[in-house]
């Protein structure tokens, strides 16, 4: 059956709905080169607007997932979890969640991704370590897998191929921050990793894509129930992204950061919140174990090395260096370390991820364009945090750049993403809700 792009670009524009046959069309034709681009970025702008129903997203999502392979993992004979963030600034979570998870005897086939407007992916942080590699074929990766538990590579194009291509598209075309478009690019994608439970870290706050509190449980409740349509346990847990998590933003910097959390160190709430993910990706796979239960041994496993151990396993296993996990020294380090001081005593009242976020993005630990390199050196390490009290003169920030320029102009976006006050803020939790 042919239909014609323009009158279905129309029905949904003027908030009609499409039937499954013609969203599996849009989706194949697409696939095929026979939709341009700029056809498809006016659809999915319709969608912005007017959204999908839930049989539209089930048929919109299924198009995406066979778009490519379905992994069988069933050599693997542990539960199989993943972990997903909706996206954030300074969340390095799934480095220590992985190799946390899997000392407790559950496989984590994880496949992440670069780093999206202001947000920051796991690929990017972890092509930090020398060596290693996030490009495995699909065989090395389940290698890997039973190897190690857990393995830890950028998406192929065997997997849900289209959700690359549309996310590229949606990241160029202002369409990214739609419930219905995120919840079908991370559903189609990790239910084709071929896992039986999935745990989604849905970020709220000013570097979320949510912003909105009531949104981001919107949000959540879409991919919890679309996930368990398409036959994998799911939940999701709320958390904040008001400011960075833990203290540093830019890929080398953070990988430091999770190795000391992987060492029993490090920022509280990068703890926290990888302790709270952790135990949902636990008792999801083993649906007896009480959360409780689950938390003290996964702190003891911080606590012990034994997360770490196994996270050096990995490292080595894809090709880096394992020693970066006793010397994060070995990671890359900018030339240039400059402070910047607070301008006032008082309380840190605001320091804006998003703002943070776009900075960091300037500096060079993102991209401006799909084809830019990232550089894995610079970013920001950040001394005071919303609500801390500092005094005039004390570090705020260190910025780690390639030149005193790009230093500069990173000082001067977080004078803009700081704000001071004589009381402390409101306090935000940093684990808002679960879901369902
Ligand atoms: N993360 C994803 O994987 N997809 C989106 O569309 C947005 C965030």
Same mark, same amino acid.
């Given at each position: 059956?042919?239909?014609?792009?323009?009158?279905?670009?129309?029905?949904?524009?003027?908030?009609?709905?499409?039937?499954?046959?013609?969203?599996?069309?849009?989706?194949?034709?697409?696939?095929?080169?026979?939709?341009?681009?700029?056809?498809?970025?006016?659809?999915?702008?319709?969608?912005?607007?007017?959204?999908?129903?839930?049989?539209?997203?089930?048929?919109?999502?299924?198009?995406?997932?066979?778009?490519?392979?379905?992994?069988?993992?069933?050599?693997?004979?542990?539960?199989?979890?993943?972990?997903?963030?909706? &996206?954030?600034?300074?969340?390095?979570?799934?480095?220590?969640?992985?190799?946390?998870?899997?000392?407790? &005897?559950?496989?984590?086939? !994880? !496949?992440?991704?670069?780093? *999206?407007?202001?947000?920051?992916?796991?690929?990017?942080?972890?092509?930090?370590?020398?060596?290693?590699?996030?490009?495995?074929?699909?065989?090395?990766?389940?290698?890997?897998?039973?190897?190690?538990?857990?393995?830890?590579?950028?998406?192929?194009?065997?997997?849900?191929?289209?959700?690359?291509?549309?996310?590229?598209?949606?990241?160029?075309?202002?369409?990214?921050?739609?419930?219905? *478009?995120?919840?079908?690019?991370?559903?189609?994608?990790?239910?084709?990793? %071929?896992?039986?439970?999935?745990?989604?870290?849905?970020?709220?706050?000013? %570097?979320?894509?949510?912003?909105?509190?009531?949104?981001?449980?919107?949000?959540?409740?879409?991919?919890?129930?679309?996930?368990?349509?398409?036959?994998?346990?799911?939940?999701?847990?709320?958390?904040?992204?008001?400011?960075?998590?833990?203290?540093?933003?830019?890929?080398?910097?953070?990988?430091?950061?999770?190795?000391?959390?992987?060492?029993?160190?490090?920022?509280?709430?990068?703890?926290?919140?990888?302790?709270?993910?952790?135990?949902?990706?636990?008792?999801?796979?083993?649906?007896?174990?009480?959360?409780?239960?689950?938390?003290?041994?996964?702190?003891?496993?911080?606590?012990? %090395?034994?997360?770490?151990?196994?996270?050096?396993?990995?490292?080595?296993?894809? &090709?880096?260096?394992?020693?970066?996990?006793?010397?994060?020294?070995?990671?890359?380090?900018?030339? *240039?370390?400059?402070?910047?001081?607070?301008?006032?005593?008082?309380?840190?009242?605001?320091?804006?991820?998003?703002?943070?976020?776009?900075?960091?993005?300037?500096?060079?630990?993102?991209?401006?364009?799909?084809?830019?390199?990232?550089?894995?050196?610079?970013?920001?390490?950040?001394?005071?945090?919303?609500? !801390?009290?500092?005094?005039?003169?004390?570090?705020?920030?260190?910025?780690?750049?390639?030149?005193? &320029?790009?230093?500069?102009?990173?000082?001067?976006?977080?004078?803009?993403?700081?704000?001071?006050?004589?009381?402390?803020?409101?306090?935000?939790?940093?684990?808002?809700?679960?879901?369902?």
């Amino acid at each position: 059956m042919n239909y014609s792009m323009p009158e279905l670009i129309s029905t949904k524009r003027d908030g009609g709905v499409l039937a499954p046959e013609e969203l599996e069309w849009i989706i194949a034709e697409y696939t095929a080169d026979r939709i341009p681009d700029y056809q498809l970025s006016a659809f999915l702008m319709a969608i912005i607007f007017q959204g999908l129903n839930g049989d539209e997203l089930s048929a919109w999502t299924d198009a995406m997932l066979h778009s490519g392979d379905v992994l069988d993992l069933s050599s693997t004979s542990m539960p199989k979890v993943d972990k997903h963030s909706t &996206g954030g600034v300074g969340d390095k979570i799934s480095i220590p969640l992985a190799p946390l998870v899997t000392a407790c &005897g559950v496989a984590i086939p !994880m !496949m992440s991704g670069r780093g *999206l407007g202001h947000t920051g992916g796991t690929v990017d942080k972890l092509e930090s370590i020398p060596g290693f590699r996030t490009d495995l074929e699909l065989d090395e990766f389940q290698d890997v897998l039973a190897d190690v538990g857990c393995a830890m590579i950028r998406q192929t194009p065997a997997i849900a191929p289209l959700d690359g291509r549309l996310y590229a598209l949606r990241d160029v075309t202002a369409t990214v921050p739609s419930i219905p *478009l995120i919840s079908a690019s991370i559903v189609s994608k990790k239910v084709a990793e %071929g896992i039986e439970a999935l745990v989604l870290d849905v970020k709220y706050g000013s %570097g979320a894509f949510m912003r909105d509190p009531d949104r981001a449980v919107l949000l959540a409740e879409t991919l919890v129930d679309l996930a368990e349509s398409e036959g994998v346990r799911a939940s999701a847990l709320l958390t904040s992204m008001e400011q960075p998590l833990g203290c540093t933003v830019g890929n080398a910097l953070e990988v430091r950061e999770a190795v000391d959390c992987l060492r029993g160190e490090g920022p509280a709430d990068l703890r926290e919140v990888t302790l709270a993910l952790a135990a949902e990706c636990v008792v999801a796979a083993v649906p007896d174990a009480t959360t409780a239960e689950v938390c003290s041994g996964l702190e003891a496993m911080l606590d012990d %090395g034994r997360a770490l151990a196994r996270f050096a396993h990995l490292v080595e296993r894809q &090709g880096g260096d394992p020693d970066v996990t006793a010397r994060t020294d070995l990671l890359p380090e900018a030339p *240039l370390r400059v402070t910047w001081e607070s301008p006032a005593d008082g309380f840190v009242t605001r320091a804006d991820a998003y703002e943070i976020g776009v900075a960091a993005v300037e500096l060079g630990a993102g991209r401006r364009r799909i084809e830019d390199e990232v550089d894995p050196a610079v970013g920001v390490e950040l001394f005071a945090r919303r609500g !801390m009290s500092v005094q005039r003169g004390e570090p705020v920030a260190e910025v780690h750049a390639r030149t005193e &320029g790009a230093a500069q102009a990173m000082i001067l976006r977080l004078q803009a993403a700081y704000e001071f006050g004589e009381a402390p803020p409101e306090e935000l939790p940093l684990v808002l809700r679960r879901v369902p």
